[in-house]
């Protein structure tokens, strides 16, 4: 439950908080912020775009007045982790206010001293521009430490996205990229699969709260819709599983789409989990149908497994941002080079084909139990 998605007249408000206090599902305390907030009237969008803007203004300013003494002082590796570290810690303090300005402060300093301690590592900036990955575990680590305390949102989910980008550059291009990516995959598609425990679990008092998984959720959700692209960038496809080779040649998938198909496939066994053992296996068939006409653009398949969890999650505007992704890959896919135009038409069309069988046997399939 949000601190600010109760909107419930005076005494039943009232009633219900107490009932949940009493049954433990809030916490002591929590009640009365709920019921402040319940009565609070809402901001209007206008005036916290203003209270955006003037936060990250007054948050340069003030980096600013560390900056240029850092600069005459002496820029050292001690001084900038000195300063990065004190940054952070003033974050952290600030986002206890739990205020829209307070947080977007906090916001640019987390950022800048988490920059500053990670530069610390090299001769100053140059130390991002190396073939050395120092720089990326220590923000990794870094990341991952300011990413535990209850912060904003959005705070949470960038940390979540600076650790996964982190992670990336350790591993390098290559089939370590192309697992990595499938496994953000699976994590986000199990934490949103799963969302309802864990949620009724960090009610409950458990030991991750829910603030922490959703925003690992988003992050890994995130992080999984750009990595294609970055396995396309780095690596071409990041590693190839030959399945049939006659003559010479041979039918070959990228580690990248064997593993988002396998993780296609737990989803939909998941999500049908309930249905007729034939409705299973038909949309099981179809998705992997859908999967090998799609084999060249791994990340349309990626977009299509996060478009079913993050709906099935209540990840409205995740969800359209797969759809989104999904068209852009398509699109990508389509203007690449590395094979003819035939060969794209034809898996296209196969594509579409399949998902029109797929439209077909939903149709039929209400009908004949609306019949």
Known sequence: MSEAGLRLEGGEADGLLARLEAQGVLEPGQAARLAQDAMAPAVPAWLQVLQTLAAWFASLLILSSFMLPLAFVGDS????????GLLCG?????????????DQMALAFSLAGQALVVSA????????????????????LIAALMMVPRTARLHRTLCGLILAFDVAVVLGAGAGMALFAVALLATACALWLTRAQWAAGAARGAAL????????????????????????ISAGT??????????GGGYGASLLSVGATLVL??????????????????????????????????????AATLFLVCFHGGQRLLAALAVLAAVLYVGEYYYRLDTTLLDKSMLLAASGLVLLGLRQGLVGSRRGVGG
């Open 238 to 247: 990041g590693g190839r599983v030959w399945f049939w080779a006659p003559f």
């Open 121 to 140: 590592v090299g001769e100053g900036w140059s130390a991002f521009s190396g073939r050395s990955t120092t720089w990326a575990m220590l923000g990794a």
């Open 90 to 102: 003033g974050a952290l303090w600030l986002f206890r206010r739990g205020q829209l300005f307070t």
């Open 265 to 302: 496939a737990a989803v939909a066994l998941r999500l049908l989990r309930e249905a007729s053992p034939r409705a299973r296996a038909h949309a099981l068939g179809a998705g992997l149908l859908l999967a090998l006409a799609s084999q060249p653009a791994p990340g349309l398949i990626v």
């Open 77 to 84: 590796a001690l001084v900038r982790a000195l300063v990065g």
């Open 209 to 232: 709260p829910d603030g922490l998984l959703a925003a690992v959720a988003r992050a890994a959700t995130l992080a999984a819709l750009a990595m294609p692209l970055a396995v396309s």
